[in-house]
């Protein structure tokens, strides 16, 4: 066998091992997204049939904000999102009417 074809051989070996690990460190926290309008869509179930909150519509957009402005990292920069979606729903998202 040509050295191509080791390498070939040893990266197929590789894959198999990477690919058949039964531990998986990820855990399913759920699914959040905004679709506009004020609506977004929240499932905090762990799997498909699990129970948990299935939530549509204002309250999960909240939820959405809320749960967004908790991995923003510094004080600071929360503070400015907070104050920019605060100036965005009073005026809309077009500036120039300010």
């Not at 929360?78 to 009073?90: E, G, H, I, K, P």
Request: charged share 20%.
């Amino acid at each position: 066998m040509d050295s191509e074809g080791r390498h070939q051989e040893h990266l197929r070996a590789q894959l198999r091992r990477i690919c058949c690990l039964s531990e998986h460190p990820h855990k399913h926290l759920g699914s959040m997204a905004t679709v506009g309008g004020y609506k977004a869509l929240v499932d905090l179930r762990l799997s498909k049939d699990a129970k948990g909150i299935s939530l549509a519509g204002f309250l999960s957009w909240l939820i959405w904000r809320s749960a967004y402005l908790t991995r923003v990292v510094s004080w600071r920069n929360r503070f400015y999102v907070a104050v920019n979606w605060a100036t965005t729903l009073v005026f809309g998202r077009d500036s120039s009417r300010i």
